[in-house]
């Protein structure tokens, strides 16, 4: 919690003092960016005050379920916004939640939003725009690039006290008691900005029913505008509704127009860029729901945050229930929208949510028509669909260890780099179509990155035969490919593991190019590494995977893949019991031959001893892997080197 000092300002109140507080760190940051803005689009304040006035009145109507007298007698939902050209102030009012004393300190002010740094590097980064405010959870911050000085005056539902929170934006806070007349009519928050010169157009009715008009249409409580003329009779006119103020997923689709479908987006989802996919139905069967759900085309900035679940906004016959139920599943959290179910209880605590049994049937209809629209735009719109693919596959894929029953279906949808495609869209569908005769399985080989997996030695054989290797570097796919049974009925068999029987193969280079070295003596030189070696390897054998590498290492077809292996020993070093590889040699390459023949003349010299260790290490760097005794390498390498030079 901040420090606080006593001091005096505007909004005390007889025998309450108002307490200064410092803003935490990365919001002082913001603020500074804020005050001294220089974006464009400063108009964007109001669209993020108004949200955060929705979003106060959908909590109001959300604890009144329970809990009615909240309301008092005021139970009309709604946001005011007035100006005032001559003072240069627009007042923006709602009659939601409210915020207590404790709730405006630390909302406005002293606890930083998970979003708040994402936020900063995006906004100093080439691609900042000062749009994106909201999606980062810091929106209220925005009034500081048209206000010279904020304040808020707020009394939470149910309570008797009020406060008034004010601010110039520059390091710090107070909060105050408010004075009677400075409260909202009853609960609630109000929000009076006094604009900075430069930003005074705001304060005019017509600017700000434009404004409203563009950003906040789809805002479901009215917005009014309090006009600041009389009518002729000498009266004060009675304050315009700006918004249609209805819930747009209960329209029907075909009032809805493109540009409304996108605001709503924007606002629900807090994202900006276009919808990849609309997806608005009503579900009338076992259970009633409506469902408007968008895939957006960008990635949110916390697409792989551990604690962020999906914001999926879940109602209850229009009451905003929450956005933090695990509607859908994990792999699909990127999905924005509103699902509002007309036979939930309205009473359902956010607790029960979770073992309620018609969650779980909304949760399965709602994923299984995702996917078949997922597969419906592969299908139509491919290009459109590679876009959504390179920017939400890795999460898609969590899919294929989490959801069993749904895997066949997401392995259809799953696109590959691939030795044969570079351009990271090639589909199963597509890789069993093109497999060679007496090819059995589909193949693979995981690493870091594709360049990584594509430059693996293992490989080489079966890019030399254009035998098809799909090149797996998400981390996530060491999990899934393992226990994937296969797809149309071909197994996944990893290029790194086992024999790779390329022989049996139909392929361009049925003839291996360069003598291979004599069998007797390419199985005199094995033995000799495999006695050197002893238990560094689990066995040391010909390859048929090699074409111009000398070695590699492969594991045992019962054994773990190498690459998982690695990435476990990372997490957990001490729990895992790694398995000595298996070491191949390539019959064809000049060194092996050379080796070979010294093996049958000499039998196993220091020469043979100190090559035989270095054929090893040079394995292990291939597989981008640090050599156990770096010592002992430069040493034998040393040696081998003055050798070669003496010779
Ligand atoms: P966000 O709304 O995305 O959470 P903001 O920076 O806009 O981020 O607001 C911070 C928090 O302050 C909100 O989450 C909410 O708890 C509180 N808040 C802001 N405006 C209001 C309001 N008008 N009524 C009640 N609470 C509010």
Request: aromatic fraction near 8%; glycine fraction near 6%.
């Amino acid at each position: 919690m901040a420090k606080s000092e006593k001091t005096e300002g505007p909004g005390t109140t007889e025998g309450g003092s108002p307490e200064s507080f410092e803003f935490q760190a990365e919001v002082s940051k913001l603020l500074r960016l804020m005050v001294h803005s220089v974006y464009s689009e400063t108009e964007v304040f109001l669209r993020e005050l108004i949200s955060n006035a929705a979003d106060a009145c959908d909590k109001l109507r959300y604890e009144a379920i329970t809990n009615a007298d909240l309301f008092g007698d005021d139970p009309e939902l709604k946001i005011t916004i007035a100006a005032d050209s001559a003072a240069g102030t627009i007042v923006i009012t709602d009659n939601g939640i409210g915020m207590s004393r404790e709730e405006l300190i630390e909302n406005l002010g002293t606890i930083a939003r998970s979003g708040t740094e994402a936020f900063l590097q995006r906004l100093e980064g080439k691609d900042g725009d000062v749009q994106l405010i909201g999606q980062f959870g810091v929106g209220f911050y925005s009034a500081f690039m048209v206000a010279d000085k904020v304040e808020v005056f707020s009394r939470r539902a149910g309570e008797d006290a009020a406060w008034c929170w004010t601010s110039d934006g520059s390091g710090s806070f107070s909060v105050a008691p408010a004075e009677p007349e400075q409260n909202p009519p009853g609960r609630g928050s109000t929000i009076i900005l006094h604009l900075k010169d430069d930003a005074t157009e705001y304060a005019h009715e017509s600017r700000l029913r434009d404004i409203v008009k563009t950003y906040s249409d789809h805002v479901s409580f009215p917005i009014e505008l309090a006009s600041s003329g009389t009518t002729e009779e000498g009266e004060a006119q009675a304050p315009s509704q700006l918004n249609t103020a209805s819930a747009l997923w209960t329209r029907p689709k075909q009032d809805i127009d493109e540009a409304q479908y996108k605001e709503f987006y924007n606002h629900v989802g807090g994202m900006f860029d276009e919808p990849a996919l609309t997806l608005h139905y009503r579900a009338e069967g076992r259970h009633e729901y409506t469902v408007l759900l968008f895939v957006p085309t960008q990635r949110p900035f916390d697409l792989f945050d551990a604690d962020r679940r999906g914001r999926l906004k879940l109602y209850v016959k229009r009451v905003f229930i929450t956005d933090d139920a695990e509607v859908l599943p994990g792999y699909l959290r990127f999905v924005r929208g509103v699902i509002d179910s007309e036979d939930m209880p309205l009473n359902i605590s956010r607790e029960m949510l979770q073992n309620n049994p018609i969650v779980a049937s909304i949760r399965k209809a709602v994923t299984n028509r995702i996917l078949s629209e997922l597969e419906g735009l592969a299908d139509k719109e491919a290009d459109k669909f590679e876009e959504l693919w390179k920017a939400f596959g890795p999460v898609i894929k969590e899919g294929l260890y989490e959801d069993f029953e749904r895997r066949d279906q997401l392995l259809s949808l799953v696109r590959f780099r691939t030795t044969n495609s570079a351009d990271g869209i090639r589909s199963l569908k597509e890789y069993v179509a093109d497999m060679k005769e007496n090819q059995t399985a589909i193949f693979y080989v995981t690493a870091e990155t594709a360049e990584k997996a594509l430059s693996s030695p293992q490989i080489e054989g079966f890019r030399a035969k254009g035998v098809e290797v799909l090149l797996l570097n998400d981390p996530v796919d060491n999990f899934w490919i393992t226990s994937a049974l296969g797809f149309e009925g071909k197994p996944f068999k990893s290029a790194t593991q086992g024999a790779a029987d390329l022989e049996n193969i139909a392929g361009e280079d049925v003839e291996k190019t360069g003598d291979e070295a004599d069998a007797v003596d390419i199985a005199t030189l094995i033995a000799a590494i495999k006695q050197t070696l002893g238990e560094a390897v689990s066995d040391v054998r010909k390859s048929d995977r090699l074409r111009e590498s000398a070695v590699c290492l492969v594991a045992d077809a019962a054994a773990m893949d190498r690459n998982l292996e690695k990435l476990l020993a990372q997490h957990r070093p001490e729990g895992i019991d790694r398995q000595a590889p298996i070491l191949e040699v390539n019959p064809s390459h000049d060194m092996i031959k050379s080796l070979a023949q010294r093996a049958k003349s000499g039998g196993v010299d220091e020469t043979l001893e100190d090559a035989a260790w270095l054929l090893l290490d040079q394995a292990h760097i291939l597989d981008g892997e640090v050599v156990s005794d770096p010592a002992a390498f430069a040493n034998r390498l040393s040696r081998v080197l003055s050798r070669g030079l003496e010779a």
